[in-house]
């Protein structure tokens, strides 16, 4: 089984440096819906689960070195998205409930657990 490099994985790279790009650098005159709207949601699983998994494995909560388990992605799905849409929403008056960021969420975890667990 390959290690997994948290916050060096090149799909975890990927995603912040998107992330960043799509945040603070590109004009917003620039962006369609989509980059206004989902385009974060979509990197939130690729981009913050390494980090989060290697807080784990740094205080002992992650045992192993492998790369995110099916089991771990969907967790933090539903942990994510309870606490944006659901939790963030009752908190803040600015946040709002949207079913299309969890699907955004979600597909960003398909999409990262494919790649992550390829042989």
């Known amino acids: 089984m390959r290690v997994f490099r948290y916050q060096f994985d090149p799909l975890c790279l990927l995603a912040c440096a998107g992330y960043t790009i799509n945040r603070w650098l590109l004009p917003s005159a620039w962006k369609g819906p989509f980059l206004q709207g989902h385009f974060n949601d979509l990197l939130l699983i690729p981009a ?17 070195d492998h790369p995110p388990a099916w089991s771990e992605i969907l967790l933090h799905l539903i942990v994510w998205s309870l606490a944006a849409e659901v939790i963030a929403p009752w908190l803040f008056s600015r946040a709002t409930a949207d079913l299309a960021d969890v699907a955004a969420y979600a597909a960003g975890a398909v999409g990262a657990g494919l790649l992550w667990q390829r042989a």
């Open 48 to 64: 913050a689960l390494p980090l989060v998994l290697r807080f784990q494995r740094a205080t002992g909560l992650r045992t192993h």
